[in-house]
């Protein structure tokens, strides 16, 4: 089983920074990476697959970029609506399809 | 738009059989595109993946549950169902069920979950 860490596991922001999340694999993934997010009572959203690939109706502001082992996803320009937790998700080597812990992403 | 919607007790007891149920709305299951998954988040914690089925009921499971794992799917309904025996708290989550684009591996689209708790 692939094994996901992610970090920081909480990151405390002001609106306006620019964010990085990591995302690091127990094995090469190459791209078959993707990114949730998910805010309190709510189901994960897909932002990115492919390691870089926006999902539909995601904002510009989302980025992704890795591959292999080491994968970044980056929030330009952080808005309110976007503190939630993030998670990444391999699906390279399956199954099991495994998620990272999380990254909690919280308003300073 | 594709939505999903789980249903079932939100009460078993240990050692019962947990069963959840799926409907599918806004699409057709007859695709070799997507496959139809379950995943669960105990509270407070993170994702573990449980298994999938496709629309010609092919399934593939988490090796750690696959012993007491059985997904169905029933294409007519438009709904695929979750079996989970033998549970245990270690059982008590949130599950979701999900669509899995056979294309790029991930969960498109996700119903919006069902607590599940295992307690006499």
């Known amino acids: 089983e692939i094994v996901m860490t992610q970090s920081p596991g909480t990151l405390s922001v002001f609106p306006g920074e620019r964010v990085t999340l990591s995302c690091r694999a127990s094995q090469s993934l190459g791209i078959n990476l993707a990114w949730y997010q998910q805010k309190p009572g709510q189901a994960p959203s897909l932002l990115m697959y492919d390691a870089s690939t926006r999902a539909t109706g995601v904002p510009a502001r989302f980025s992704g970029s890795g591959s292999g082992t080491e994968f970044t996803l980056t929030i330009s320009g952080l808005q309110s609506e976007d503190f939630a937790v993030y998670y990444c998700?391999?699906?390279?080597?399956?199954?099991?399809?495994?998620f990272g812990q999380g990254t909690r992403v919280e308003s300073k | 738009q594709v939505q999903l919607l789980e249903s079932g007790p939100g009460l078993v007891k240990p050692s019962e059989t947990l069963s959840l149920t799926c409907s599918v709305s806004?699409?057709?299951?007859?695709?070799?595109?997507?496959?139809w998954t379950w995943i669960r988040q105990p509270p407070g914690r993170g994702l573990e993946y449980i298994g999938y089925?496709?629309?010609?009921?092919?399934?593939n499971y988490n090796p750690s549950l696959k012993s007491r794992v059985t997904i169905l799917v029933d294409t007519s309904k438009k709904q695929f169902s979750l079996k989970l025996s033998s549970v245990t708290a270690a059982d008590t989550a949130v599950y979701y069920c999900a669509r899995d684009h056979t294309y790029h591996g991930s969960f498109d689209h996700w119903g919006q979950g069902t607590l599940v708790t295992v307690s006499s």
């Open positions: 806004g699409d057709s299951m007859n695709s070799g595109t997507y496959y």
């Open positions: 998700q391999q699906y390279a080597n399956w199954p099991p399809k495994t």
């Open positions: 089925v496709s629309y010609t009921g092919s399934t």
